[in-house]
Nanobody, 118 residues
């Protein structure tokens, strides 16, 4: 199975920036899509950004103009600028694709906490 490990979360003041990273490991043959999701306490998990084939990016309305998703091989990044208190959540990395042997994988990271507060 493919493992995803996020890093880069932490405490930041409103208006500040953070860059989240996600490293995928395993016998990956190819990656179809990658994405970042977030979940605040008591709320559903929402998709923040998604990238297909490293070029086709989609963003949730609440992060457009502030967040940028990118991927370099098996590393996924989420640049977050102009952070707001409502961005506070656990951020999860997701990826799907094929592993060696042409088996499908669909993996989630454990998540990294982002807290925006003054």
């Amino acid at each position: 199975q493919v493992q995803l490990v996020e890093s880069g979360g932490g405490l930041v003041q409103p208006g500040g920036s953070l860059r989240l990273s996600c490293v995928a490991s395993g016998n990956i043959d190819s990656i179809n899509t990658v994405g970042w999701y977030r979940q605040a306490p008591g709320e559903q998990r929402d998709r923040v950004a998604m990238l297909t084939r490293e070029t086709n990016a989609h963003y949730a309305d609440f992060v457009k103009g502030r967040f940028t998703i990118s991927r370099e091989n098996a590393k996924v990044y989420l640049q977050m600028n102009d952070l707001k208190p409502e961005d506070t959540a656990v951020y999860y990395c997701h990826a799907d694709g094929l592993i060696q042997g042409l088996s499908h994988f669909d993996s989630w990271g454990r998540g990294t906490q982002v807290t925006v507060s003054s």
